[in-house]
């Protein structure tokens, strides 16, 4: 080995406090832990998400509530808060579906080259973001 090139660190023993900070991690490795992530927001939020289907199919006076919950809230929870709920289970959503779509299609056609996870997580990880921004400002209002 040259002294030109750099020695990449090792990593045995990892001490949260001094290494993790200083460890980068591919993109494909935050796709996948954004993976788990959403799913478990998901999952942890679905009484918000069964509240909302029942209250917004349920009658014309339950939409009409589910819709005023966004602008003026429930109770002590103020609606941008509401919105907020909304946007991340958005944002939950739309990446646990596009990256659950890029594994899908890696299993089926082997494709596990590096360049391909590389290439495929960042178009994940710029989809997901870039829809939720689309339908965050749609939510917030914007357009």
Known sequence: ????TKKRPEF???????DLPTYRLPAAGWVSILHRASGALMFVLMPFIIWMFDTSLSSEFSYERFTSAFGAGIGFVPGWF????ALALIWAYLHHFIAGVRHLYMDMTHSVTKEFGKSSATVTLVLSIALTVVLGAKLFGLY
């Open 12 to 18: 045995r023993n990892i001490n949260a406090l001094s």
């Open 82 to 85: 509401i919105k907020l709920v």
């Open 1 to 4: 080995m040259s002294e030109l």
